[in-house]
Structure formats: structure tokens, C-alpha cells
Antibody, heavy 125, light 108 residues
Framework: EVQLLESGGGLVQPGGSLRLSCAASGFTFSSYAMNWVRQAPGKGLERVSG????????YYADSVKGRFTISRDNSNNTLYLQMSGLRAEDTAVYYC??????????????????WGQGTLVTVSS | EIVLTQSPGTLSLSPGERATLSCRASQSVSAAYLAWHQHKPGQAPRLLIY???SRAAGIPDRFSGSGSGTDFTLTISRLEPEDFAVYYC?????????FGQGTRLEIK
């Protein structure tokens, strides 16, 4: 059974930093791309970052580029999101999400087939 | 970036009724690379449909997807109490994954 368990969320002041983790189990972690998708209060879903199975290809939404860093530890089946320069608009539930392929290509990307339950990040003074 | 617009924003129906949810793309979604996800409060979202019309493992056959190009539909043939949730479409036909804003399906 695929399981994705996020941790690391919490309350942080504007300009602060936070690191999210996602512990994965039930599948061959290194074979699949992983993503962080967030949902701000009252809003829809936004993919903020993605990383290939091998970790060599990354994607960032313009809204977080230069502030967030995605990484993965394939030996420990863990996905990370290092967030810095946090802003009020980063307040959201952050979901860890698994893709069905190792990476996107010019011909397209992949559907997300498993999600974690999410971790809440609140940026406020 | 392909923008997905879902309609209606909220759909009020009774158990046993048929639900039809729409997802329209700002440009053609190649190879019908469109998925649908169900999200209930406090739970992890769940993949229902991929490739516009293929049901994910374990999804009941009352859920069906159709469409191509820019217009896609999720149909729930006979609503069960557990189907009331928010539904999102996701396109993956470009290298940028995007989601619709969601349709809330509520009990009438």
C-alpha cells in the first residue's frame, strides 16, 4: 500500500524558513517523480514544485522560484521542500504527491496517482 | 500554461441523481492527458480518472470520464452519500501540470 506522510508544517513569521518532509512507502521511491502541491485557504490546487525520480530534474512555480528548494533522499525514501523567505501568501496546506512516471518530457507529464494528507503551513506575525 | 476552468463551481444534488462536472482547457490537451481527483475534507485527495476516461484502480464504475481537445466531463451516474466532495481536474499534456479550481458537489 502506497503511503505518503508529510511533516514539518507549522506557524512561521514572514521572512522565515521551514522544511517539509514526506516519508514514502509501498513503492520503489526512486522510480517515480514526486511533487509538492499546495492549497491556500479557499483556493484550488497549485503544483509548486516537482522533482524527477533520480533527482536531477526539478520544477518550480514562478511564485516560489528562488525561495523554495525541492530535494529527495532515495536511500531513505524521503522527499523534502526547503522553504525560505516565506510570505503570507505561502499559507496553505502542502501535499506530497506521487507521479506515475520518473519525469516529465517534452511530450507531456504524468497524472498524480497518490497524495499525502497534507501539512499546514501558516505564515503570520 | 494551460488554464483549466471547471463548472459549475458548486453542484447541489441528491443521492441517486446523476452528476455532470465540466472541465474546459484554454488550449487543446494533447493525447487527452487529463485526470480527475476527488477531495474530501481532512483526507488525502484520490485519483479517479486518468487519460480522460480510464478509471484508476478500485474506483467504482459509477464514475466515468469523457472528452478530448479542450472539453472534458466527469459523470457520476448515481450519487452515493460518500461521493459528496470537491472534484478537481488536472492536465498533464504539457510539461507544466495544472489543476482546475474545483467543483464542490454538495447534498441538496
Amino acid at each position: 500500500e502506497v503511503q505518503l506522510l508529510e511533516s514539518g508544517g507549522g506557524l512561521v513569521q514572514p521572512g522565515g524558513s521551514l522544511r517539509l518532509s514526506c516519508a514514502a512507502s509501498g513503492f520503489t521511491f526512486s522510480s517515480y517523480a514526486m511533487n509538492w502541491v499546495r492549497q491556500a485557504p479557499g483556493k484550488g490546487l497549485e503544483r509548486v514544485s516537482g522533482i524527477s525520480g533520480s533527482g536531477d530534474i526539478t520544477y518550480y512555480a514562478d511564485s516560489v522560484k528562488g525561495r523554495f528548494t525541492i530535494s529527495r533522499d532515495n536511500s531513505n525514501n524521503t522527499l523534502y521542500l526547503q522553504m525560505s523567505g516565506l510570505r503570507a501568501e505561502d499559507t496553505a496546506v502542502y501535499y506530497c504527491a506521487k507521479g506515475t512516471l520518473p519525469h516529465c518530457s517534452g511530450g507531456g507529464c504524468y497524472p498524480i496517482d497518490y497524495w499525502g494528507q497534507g501539512t499546514l503551513v501558516t505564515v503570520s506575525s | 500554461e494551460i488554464v483549466l476552468t471547471q463548472s459549475p463551481g458548486t453542484l447541489s444534488l441528491s443521492p441517486g441523481e446523476r452528476a455532470t462536472l465540466s472541465c474546459r482547457a484554454s488550449q487543446s490537451v494533447s493525447a487527452a492527458y487529463l485526470a480527475w481527483h476527488q477531495h474530501k475534507p481532512g483526507q488525502a485527495p484520490r485519483l479517479l480518472i486518468y487519460g480522460a476516461s480510464s478509471r484508476a484502480a478500485g474506483i467504482p464504475d459509477r464514475f466515468s470520464g469523457s472528452g478530448s481537445g479542450t472539453d472534458f466531463t466527469l459523470t457520476i451516474s448515481r450519487l452515493e452519500p460518500e461521493d459528496f466532495a470537491v472534484y478537481y481536474c488536472q492536465q498533464y499534456g504539457s510539461s507544466l501540470i495544472t489543476f482546475g479550481q474545483g467543483t464542490r458537489l454538495e447534498i441538496k
